[in-house]
């Protein structure tokens, strides 16, 4: 769990189970709304269930990204979880990756 700086534009996040999710992600919205130039990835690995509050902040998030035009993407989303976004059609809004690899080396290769 936690935030950490993968690279000089990259902030990976390793999400918390509920209900600890929602405060992570209210950091990260902090922390690019003052950084304007960070990527985010999203790591679900350890998130069972999502609620609506924390669809929300992700939401927020996504919108703070994507108004400084940079990429939020969220990797090792369990089919459960990933059930939620297909059934609230948010499946279409955020982009998912299989793993963190994917995630950072996708980001990586952008930038150059």
């Keep these: 769990m936690g935030i950490q700086n993968w690279s ?3 902030i990976l996040v390793n999400l918390a189970q509920e209900p600890d999710l929602g405060e992570e992600i209210q950091s990260v919205c902090e922390i690019v709304s003052e950084q304007t130039d960070q990527d985010v990835v999203v790591d679900f690995s350890d998130v ?3 609620t609506s509050s924390s669809i929300a902040k992700l ?3 996504r919108k703070i ?3 400084n035009q ?6 090792c989303v369990q ?4 059930n939620i976004f297909h059934v609230t059609g948010l499946d279409t ?3 998912f990756v299989q793993d963190q690899f994917i995630a950072l080396a996708g980001l990586q290769m ?3």
């Excluded at 940079?70 to 990797?75: D, E």
């Excluded at 089919?79 to 990933?82: A, I």
């Design 79 to 82: 089919p459960q979880t990933k």
């Design 70 to 75: 940079q990429k939020l993407v969220l990797c």
């Design 48 to 50: 069972q269930i999502l």
């Design 65 to 67: 990204l994507h108004d």
């Design 59 to 61: 939401l927020k998030l």
């Design 93 to 95: 809004v955020f982009t």
């Design 8 to 10: 000089e534009n990259v």
């Design 110 to 112: 952008a930038e150059s």
